[in-house]
């Protein structure tokens, strides 16, 4: 179940992903390459007014496993209408300040008027809250482990969007028109989660929230929330720390190296999307002797299939922005490698957080992003004064570095696990596809950054081949990957079999 679960999770993500790099040309040809940083920043802000449900939507697939797992199953009723009533308030608020905050925000960002970033602002706030009212509707099917229902509908909602902004694209160069577009396509993308909930449970569907729900699921998910505060710091207020302290032009340079790198690292985690219901049912009918076995497999597992995306995405950085944008902006050919590094070892506490949170520890991984976001804000603060947009991607490299090391100590001193627990798990497949890097890393170094997108996709094509090819072989025989992705004529017949 597990395996088709996180395919099904797989099957959307990568459709948004794939979305959005053909998205990306379009937009920075028709808008304009300051435009998209706007985009970039002020969907970066409208993302902040998620911190206001006080993590109640991120937590739900969560409490719906536990009640599922305990036979409650009136509560699930409950926490749909809990997560309902949580990300319509804080749609209200966040519109409100969105309106107020236009001015500040135009005078800062420029390329816009107050009146046209009021309006792209609201659409942001509009956006995030069709997508908070999506998630609790699709977090019924996930909770339950019934995955595919609500993900071919994430798949649709994708899908829409992806077809209201070519439509946009097309029809003008405004990034005012392009913004309402997008909250339209959000708003039409509610009925396919609708009829996914559907699918997959029954009427009432929804109720009016307990006290003693509310109470129990606050006590989780505001220690959830600050775990996600954090990953927002990381992963979003580098571009706004950039444009109001370098300009826009370089927000923007930096938005597209890092959604190459985010791209990379969710394709990554595809392998832990699905396990944080299925970690907490399994520990509730388990109980907690399940944490090792599933730390020791999955970590193996996940890392296996990370190290070698991010290793790829490092050394063909120069082909593959030219051969996805047709230029490499600033230096973004130079940022995907250092970010892509730095996100190499963050990705070895994938697996560590999720069992943290399904086992009910939420401030496990909480408490170290926090830490994580604190020596980001002060090294890039520090550091962007005089060296610009390579100081913001320095203090990120180190400060993604060290909080990852420090969680892993954490996570096991906490469930007394051994530490070969994580080197047997981490070391063999980070030193194979780090060492099959070096070869297509030569070859980018005396290519050079391609002048032209077909001599672009040659050389990352004939580089991807030559990597992916033997890591495959290799890594199959050494029993690294999921049983399910390895090679079968080189599968070896005495390693555990595994669906993920």
């Known amino acids: 179940m597990l395996f088709r679960n996180t395919l099904a999770q797989s099957a959307s993500l990568v459709a948004g992903y794939l979305f959005s790099f053909i998205l990306a040309p379009v937009m920075i040809s028709r808008l304009g390459l300051d435009a ?36 409650e199953r009136h509560r699930i009723d409950e926490s749909v209408g809990l997560g309902l009533i949580a990300t319509l308030l804080v749609g209200l608020l966040a519109a409100t300040a969105a309106a107020l905050g236009a001015p500040f925000v135009s005078d800062k960002l420029g390329v816009l008027d107050t009146g046209e970033m009021r309006l792209v602002l609201l659409a942001s706030v509009a956006i995030w809250t069709v997508n908070g009212l999506d998630g609790v509707l699709t977090a019924v099917g996930i909770g339950l482990r019934r995955m595919v229902p609500p993900n071919v509908a994430i798949t649709v909602g994708v899908t829409i969007n992806f077809a209201f902004s070519i439509a946009a694209l097309a029809l003008s160069s405004s990034l005012v028109f392009y913004a ?95 396990m944080i219901p299925t970690a907490a049912a399994r520990i509730v009918e388990e109980g907690r002797e399940v944490i090792a076995e599933m730390y020791s497999r999955y970590t193996l597992r996940a890392c296996a ?85 390579w100081g913001v991607v320095a203090g990120t490299f180190a400060a993604v570095t060290l909080g990852s090391l420090i969680f892993n100590a954490r996570f096991l001193r906490l469930f007394e696990l051994p530490r070969r627990c994580l080197s047997a798990a981490v070391v063999p497949p980070g030193v194979l596809a780090l060492g099959l890097g070096i070869p297509p890393a030569a070859l980018a170094l005396a290519v050079g950054v391609p002048d032209a997108r077909p001599i672009a996709i040659f050389w990352l094509a004939v580089s991807s081949l030559a990597y992916v090819i033997p890591y495959w072989l290799i890594a199959t025989r050494r029993g690294y990957l999921p049983s399910r992705l390895e090679f079968p004529p080189l599968r070896r017949h005495d390693s555990v079999a595994s669906p993920a």
């Open 36 to 71: 998209f940083g706007v985009w970039a920043v002020t969907g970066a802000f409208a993302t902040y007014a998620g911190l206001l449900d006080l993590g109640i939507g991120r937590s739900l697939s969560r409490f719906i496993a536990v009640f599922d797992a305990a036979g």
């Open 180 to 274: 309402l577009a997008n909250a339209a396509a959000g708003a039409v993308a509610l009925l396919p989660a609708a009829l996914a909930m559907r699918y997959v449970w029954r009427a009432p569907y929804v109720a009016w929230p307990s006290r003693a729900l509310v109470r129990e699921v606050l006590s989780f998910s505001v220690k959830n929330q600050v775990g996600w505060l954090a990953d927002l710091v990381n992963f979003q207020t580098d571009k706004v720390i950039i444009a109001l302290m370098v300009g826009v032009h370089a927000a923007a340079i930096y938005e597209i190296a890092s959604r190459v790198v985010l791209s990379v690292r969710s394709v990554a985690t595809l392998t832990v999307s699905a």
């Open 305 to 389: 299939i990370a190290f070698p995306l991010f290793t790829l995405a490092s050394v063909t950085a120069p082909f593959l922005l030219i051969a996805w944008l047709k230029t490499a902006p600033g230096d973004a050919e130079l940022l995907v490698p250092f970010l892509t590094l730095a996100y190499f070892v963050n990705i070895t506490t994938g697996v560590g957080s999720t069992v943290a949170i399904g086992a009910g520890h939420p401030g496990v991984a909480s408490t170290n992003s926090v830490l994580i976001a604190l020596m980001n804000v002060a090294f890039t603060v520090a550091l962007a004064p005089a060296f610009g947009l």
